[in-house]
């Protein structure tokens, strides 16, 4: 713009022109329209303000409080500053200044109080839920044991397995609805945290120590959740379901784990190797399908939560929703995408270290694919929880 032009267009100075105060009003309507568009945002499964358990109905209590605590401060301090602004105005060409003032005691002790007071309303109530929540995550009708892995999550349920062994899983934790369930979460490499916001709050999970998280689940369903601290190159791909289902199912699903034969053409009554796809033996390494004959990563591997070469055991993976902890949905295509060079979707993986571009060929992908979608019940995978809870959102809406 030309010395010119400003000279001629420029508003008396401290006056806005009106283009100017209209397109700040413009951009503001629109910061304003996406905030209330975020906050009616029911559906979005990162959202924290659409409880979905014991525990996070607490916390959105204690959010509301604070809210409206704030709304009303907020509503407040603005109301006085127009008045203020209206009452001590500059009027007609006045030009003496108001009385100058400094110190006040009765208005020093006022914001003093105030303040302190509304801060006491927040933190008497925060301390209770706080102890509340220490409380639940000392009981817990359903155990299950999370360890945070680089980059995914080893699950287990102590007890669940046959002869009351460990049942261990990948990537989603299955739970009845309406039951008690603690997580004992830790690590055995560095600082992760576990956070579901529409089932519990964050909590950190720690190598060599026992974090415990209590929650009573509600609704069965899918929720999502990630890893919130940053612990490595793949941090921001580790991500995990909890699936929340009727108890039926859920036994029904524990018991598939355990005893069903995969519906595969593997041999399982002779529990020989032979008959998984001759390209597994190099998964069998680090991973373990229970009840065939690829369990031998089972014994030494994936069954001790600290050993760091175990991969995900991949039991009823063809039952799965997604691949390489929440990356990829779990279908023909994304399994060959992954298969054909793993660190390219997910860099820095450790199978990326031993699968690279062109180590299986397509014969292998192929049948590599085919085998692990196989691996799930003959009858069929249990109930899916999240046909039942997009019908049930259906219903809802209508
Ligand atoms: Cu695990 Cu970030």
């Given at each position: 713009m030309g010395r010119r032009d400003q000279d001629d267009q420029s508003?008396?100075?401290?006056r806005r022109s009106f283009t100017y105060r209209i397109v700040t009003l413009l951009a503001m309507t629109v910061v304003v329209g996406l905030v209330l568009a975020a906050c009616g945002?029911?559906?979005?499964?990162?959202?924290?303000?659409?409880?979905?358990?014991s525990t996070t109905r607490d916390i959105q209590s204690l959010y509301k409080l604070v809210f409206w605590l704030a709304l009303i401060v907020f509503v407040g301090v603005q109301m006085f500053i127009v008045y203020t602004a209206l009452r001590f105005r500059q009027r007609g060409n006045e030009v003496d200044r108001p009385a100058q003032i400094h110190g006040n005691k009765r208005l020093e002790i006022a914001w003093t109080l105030i303040p302190a007071a509304v801060l006491l309303v927040i933190l008497i109530p925060t301390i209770q839920t706080m102890y509340e929540f220490s409380a639940d995550a000392q009981e817990g009708e359903y155990v299950v044991d999370v360890y945070g892995k680089q980059w995914w999550w080893e699950v287990q349920y102590p007890?669940?397995?046959?002869?009351n062994g460990t049942l261990i899983t990948a990537n989603e934790v299955r739970v009845p609805a309406g039951r008690k369930v603690k997580l004992q979460l830790s690590s055995n490499n560095v600082i992760h945290s576990f956070w579901a916001p529409q089932l519990f709050g964050k909590m950190d999970v720690i190598p060599g120590h026992i974090n415990e998280i209590g929650f009573t689940p509600e609704k069965p369903g899918v929720y999502y959740g990630e890893c919130t601290?940053?612990?490595?190159?793949a941090h921001a791909l580790m991500r995990f379901t909890i699936i929340v289902e009727p108890q039926e199912e859920f036994d029904a699903w524990v018991a598939a784990y355990n005893n069903e034969r995969p519906?595969?053409?593997?041999k399982p009554e002779t529990g020989d190797?032979?008959?998984?796809?001759?390209?597994f033996g190099a998964c069998l390494a680090c991973h373990a399908v229970n009840n065939?004959?690829?369990?031998?990563?089972?014994?030494?591997?994936?069954?001790?939560?600290?050993?760091?070469g175990a991969g995900p055991n991949?039991?009823?993976?063809?039952?799965?929703?997604?691949?390489g902890a929440g990356v990829l949905a779990n279908n023909k295509e994304n399994l060959r995408t992954w298969l054909r060079n793993p660190g390219g979707v997910k860099?820095?993986?450790?199978m990326a270290l031993l699968i690279?571009?062109?180590?299986?060929n397509d014969a292998q992908i192929e049948e590599l694919s085919d085998y692990l979608l196989s691996l799930k019940p003959a009858a069929g995978c249990p109930e899916d929880a999240r046909e039942q809870q997009d019908a049930q959102d259906k219903q809802g809406e209508g």
């Amino acid at each position: 713009m030309g010395r010119r032009d400003q000279d001629d267009q420029s508003p008396a100075p401290g006056r806005r022109s009106f283009t100017y105060r209209i397109v700040t009003l413009l951009a503001m309507t629109v910061v304003v329209g996406l905030v209330l568009a975020a906050c009616g945002a029911d559906s979005k499964p990162y959202s924290h303000i659409t409880p979905r358990s014991s525990t996070t109905r607490d916390i959105q209590s204690l959010y509301k409080l604070v809210f409206w605590l704030a709304l009303i401060v907020f509503v407040g301090v603005q109301m006085f500053i127009v008045y203020t602004a209206l009452r001590f105005r500059q009027r007609g060409n006045e030009v003496d200044r108001p009385a100058q003032i400094h110190g006040n005691k009765r208005l020093e002790i006022a914001w003093t109080l105030i303040p302190a007071a509304v801060l006491l309303v927040i933190l008497i109530p925060t301390i209770q839920t706080m102890y509340e929540f220490s409380a639940d995550a000392q009981e817990g009708e359903y155990v299950v044991d999370v360890y945070g892995k680089q980059w995914w999550w080893e699950v287990q349920y102590p007890g669940l397995a046959p002869n009351n062994g460990t049942l261990i899983t990948a990537n989603e934790v299955r739970v009845p609805a309406g039951r008690k369930v603690k997580l004992q979460l830790s690590s055995n490499n560095v600082i992760h945290s576990f956070w579901a916001p529409q089932l519990f709050g964050k909590m950190d999970v720690i190598p060599g120590h026992i974090n415990e998280i209590g929650f009573t689940p509600e609704k069965p369903g899918v929720y999502y959740g990630e890893c919130t601290e940053f612990c490595g190159v793949a941090h921001a791909l580790m991500r995990f379901t909890i699936i929340v289902e009727p108890q039926e199912e859920f036994d029904a699903w524990v018991a598939a784990y355990n005893n069903e034969r995969p519906a595969t053409d593997a041999k399982p009554e002779t529990g020989d190797v032979a008959d998984a796809p001759a390209a597994f033996g190099a998964c069998l390494a680090c991973h373990a399908v229970n009840n065939t004959n690829a369990v031998v990563a089972q014994a030494g591997m994936a069954s001790n939560p600290y050993s760091q070469g175990a991969g995900p055991n991949l039991t009823l993976f063809g039952c799965r929703d997604f691949i390489g902890a929440g990356v990829l949905a779990n279908n023909k295509e994304n399994l060959r995408t992954w298969l054909r060079n793993p660190g390219g979707v997910k860099e820095g993986n450790y199978m990326a270290l031993l699968i690279k571009e062109g180590t299986l060929n397509d014969a292998q992908i192929e049948e590599l694919s085919d085998y692990l979608l196989s691996l799930k019940p003959a009858a069929g995978c249990p109930e899916d929880a999240r046909e039942q809870q997009d019908a049930q959102d259906k219903q809802g809406e209508g």
